[in-house]
């Protein structure tokens, strides 16, 4: 076989190895991303009240802002994986809720004071794929 052939049958394959591999990414930044995109919500009408809405792998929203007091969130898992979450400012745990499996809502109350705390989705490496947040307390 000509070695100009041999060359040009190697670029080929290189040329759909990288085709493939950039469709593979940009299915993986779909999947990931899940269409959402990061919102600063106050709690709703009801300033001491928000919903979380959890998905593979994205809270939304990722920021949210509330006084200090009794907040109640309610935690929506609308991904096709079981989600955790998760509070914590400093080195303290505010909120440990188990997993929430797919479709499952769960109702959760604490008394929060000011600060920032981070929200974030302790299975797995979920909270590096996007399963995080910041809840402001002001």
Same mark, same amino acid.
């Given at each position: 076989?000509?070695? +100009?052939?041999?060359?040009?049958?190697?670029?080929?394959?290189?040329?759909?190895?990288?085709? *493939?591999?950039?469709?593979?990414?940009?299915?993986?930044?779909?999947?990931? &991303? /899940? =269409?959402?995109?990061?919102?600063?919500?106050?709690?709703? =009408?009801?300033?001491?009240? +928000?919903?979380?809405?959890?998905?593979?792998? &994205?809270?939304?929203? !990722?920021? +949210?802002?509330?006084?200090?007091? +009794?907040? %109640?969130?309610?935690? #929506?898992?609308?991904?096709? *994986?079981?989600?955790?979450?998760?509070? &914590?400012?400093?080195? !303290? $745990?505010?909120?440990?809720?188990? #997993? $929430?499996?797919?479709?499952? #809502?769960?109702?959760?109350?604490? &008394?929060?004071?000011? =600060? /920032?705390?981070?929200?974030? /989705?302790? *299975?797995?490496?979920?909270?590096? *794929?996007?399963?995080?947040? %910041?809840?402001?307390?002001?």
């Amino acid at each position: 076989m000509p070695a +100009v052939m041999v060359h040009e049958r190697a670029r080929i394959a290189a040329l759909v190895a990288l085709t *493939l591999a950039l469709a593979a990414v940009v299915v993986i930044v779909a999947f990931v &991303r /899940d =269409g959402s995109t990061p919102a600063a919500a106050r709690a709703g =009408g009801d300033p001491m009240r +928000v919903t979380i809405t959890m998905r593979d792998f &994205r809270y939304a929203p !990722q920021v +949210v802002r509330a006084s200090p007091g +009794v907040l %109640t969130i309610e935690l #929506r898992n609308a991904g096709r *994986l079981g989600h955790a979450f998760h509070v &914590r400012k400093g080195k !303290q $745990l505010w909120i440990e809720e188990r #997993r $929430l499996l797919p479709g499952e #809502r769960r109702i959760v109350r604490r &008394r929060l004071e000011p =600060g /920032d705390y981070r929200a974030f /989705d302790p *299975l797995s490496n979920f909270e590096e *794929l996007g399963m995080n947040g %910041t809840l402001v307390v002001r």
